[in-house]
């Protein structure tokens, strides 16, 4: 209830994404905006705040282990990188990288173990891209990775804890195929495959524990059940198993219980 307030005296649509940090606190980007909320584990609002000028909107939202909040958004044609405060919520660093003639459209930020930060996404142009900076907000490296006329569309990334990182991509051409990489920590990819989906619903969100990953669909109607896909870092498959709810639905996410697992 309380983030729809602060969507709606915002002025925003509503959530983009949302990240849980090392306190259990929330901390919600609203969609396509410069608006950050922070709830604590009880769901009580904490702080939130709107940014302006050169951080542009944000896209998505990320945390260390320490509970510093990253985002990535837009301004104009350049990609901005931001790193808040895990207790004030101010700018510790923010930094935008401009690349000719893309606009980004779809950007995703994962942090590693050593405080690197990884933002990969789809530009509207002829390539996707790839960005590593370390925790001063550095850049290490920076490339492209995949033809965008073909995959274009990041749907989700995550980073075991070797630093690999995992990209979740989907055909723009509606056919709903998808596929997932895997590069290293320099930016190398190491493997490439096209992943079944036993429906025509498109994988949204990639998560890791252990040593196996863990895909969901979107969702659908009452007679298409969501599915969970099990494969190892090799991607090589384990097991999928379908969910029906009985009703019309959008699954958004999933999160990993690891005494379940």
Known sequence: YQVYQE?????????????IDSLGNVNIVLENSPVLIQYDTSGTFIKSYIYSGSLGTFRSVNTDTSGNVYTVGSNGNNIVITKISASTYNV????SVSTPGIFFTDSTVDIDSSGNVYVIGYGNSS????????SSGVIQWQKGYAP???????????????????????ESSGSHIIKLLKFDNTGAKVAESTITNPTSIAYKQIEIYGS??????YGGASTVGVYLT???T???PIRNREIKFGYD???LGIAITPSYI
């Open 212 to 217: 196996n990953l863990y895909l969901v669909n």
């Open 230 to 232: 099990l494969l190892d």
């Open 234 to 236: 090799s991607f090589n």
């Open 148 to 170: 965008a006329t073909a995959y274009d569309t990041v749907e989700d990334t995550c980073i075991d804890s070797s630093g690999n990182i995992y990209v979740l991509l989907e």
């Open 7 to 19: 969507v709606l005296s915002s002025g925003y649509w509503g959530v983009g994404d949302l990240a």
């Open 249 to 251: 639905y959008d699954t």
């Open 92 to 95: 510790i660093w923010s930094i």
């Open 127 to 134: 390539d996707s891209y790839m960005i590593k900076l370390n």
